[in-house]
């Protein structure tokens, strides 16, 4: 029998780009003589993180629309129909068994050309509120791999499989690489850490939060790992000098940063929600109000209305000292929310998912 030819196709932020590479990392290991090709933008994290990982990637000159009046967006059209040729290219050349879409813009060109070629489609949407992206190729889509419940609002209800979203699979035993953990990042075993997180990019909000609140950390004892992204780092990086307090661009180590820390403060990237369900660590999240159809809030809740998690919107960031330190000082809380956001993992998603692939690979 010839290898299988898997396209997968997503990107823009880490939210589509980890899930897509956990995927084929799965499929690879199942299938070790299948042939992989990613399709991203050109411009985008994922032509960096996805030859990282030991894959090939072609970029399509795509972008998603912005909500304000852009030049980009009067190019959105011919970016499209440029994209669309040039996916329509890729798929004649590398003939795929099957495409996977792991969502933003970069993924529909691609899927759109697939679904005409009627090369079988799987999408998996990350988050409780879908994209529009993925919203449009469901229709023709063979399966749908989603995280939440209730999304027959927007998707075929027979074609959705609920898998759970792609983590790092390091995750799974943080629980034995505390002691780890804490020496990796030189910390001090007596005290409290909190482990910031922007997403992938970034947050400035989250940034600006944070170094407001250096003094307060230091009045609570708490040490500070604060991953404050690639595009603030050069504002940020003087604190490294303040004590018990290390910035990051970026952490490579994120199993042993999970470890190592005892409370974390997070946006709510589905990504991010989907490997904090894992990690069960008490968690603060706030939610970036800046994304489609404000799906990181609608993560967020889908885990606080659970009792799973604290839930911080952004215009409530004054209550920020009394929520950290209220927190800190109720160790019951602590359990309380740890318990409760790990009973909502879904730690063989990514397992689900490639099970889905081999069925379509087998029709």
């Known amino acids: 029998m010839k290898p299988y030819n898997i396209l997968i196709s997503g990107g823009g932020t880490g939210g589509h780009i980890y899930p897509a590479i956990a995927i084929a990392n799965e499929i690879k290991m199942r299938f070790p003589d299948a042939n992989f090709l990613f399709v991203g933008a050109q411009d985008k994290m994922e032509m960096e993180k996805v030859p990282q990982a030991g894959y090939e990637i072609k970029g399509l000159w795509i972008a998603g629309i912005q909500r304000k009046f852009t030049l980009d967006n009067l190019l959105f059209p011919i970016k499209m129909i440029f994209s669309l040729w ?8 590398f003939k795929p068994d099957i495409a996977i879409g792991t969502g933003g813009f970069a993924s529909g060109p691609a899927l759109i050309m697939a679904n005409r070629k009627r090369i079988p489609t799987l999408i998996q949407e990350q988050n409780s509120f879908p994209g529009i992206t993925n919203k449009l190729l469901s229709k023709r889509a063979s399966k749908i791999c989603v995280a939440y419940d209730n999304l027959e609002r927007f998707f075929p209800a027979d074609k959705i499989v609920k898998t ?21 990042f030189k910390l001090d075993v007596a005290k409290k850490t909190v482990l910031v997180l922007g997403g992938s990019l970034g947050a400035r909000t989250i940034n600006q939060l944070i170094a407001l609140h250096i003094d307060f950390f230091k009045k609570q004892q708490v040490q500070v790992i604060w991953q404050c992204g690639k595009f603030y780092f050069e504002e940020y990086k003087k604190y490294n000098d303040v004590a018990n307090v290390q910035v990051h661009q970026f952490i490579n180590k994120m199993d042993l940063a999970y470890a190592a820390a005892d409370f ?51 215009k409530e960031l004054d209550t920020f000292s009394i929520v950290f330190e209220t927190l800190l000082k109720d160790i019951g809380k602590q359990e309380h929310l740890s318990d409760n956001i790990n009973e909502l993992a879904l730690p063989s998603a990514t397992t689900n998912i490639v099970n889905e692939v081999e069925k379509l690979l087998n029709t």
Request: charged fraction near 25%.
């Open 86 to 93: 040039k996916s329509r290219n890729i798929i004649k050349q």
């Open 164 to 184: 759970g979203n792609p983590v790092r699979q390091d995750l799974l035993s943080i629980y034995h690489k505390a002691k780890d953990g804490k020496a990796f």
């Open 264 to 314: 974390i403060i997070s946006r709510s990237g589905a990504s991010s929600v989907s490997e904090l369900c894992i990690v069960g660590k008490p968690v603060i999240f706030i939610p970036s109000p800046n994304v489609a159809e404000d799906h990181q809030t609608k993560n967020a809740r889908a885990i606080a209305d659970k009792h799973g998690a604290i839930l911080l919107p952004e």
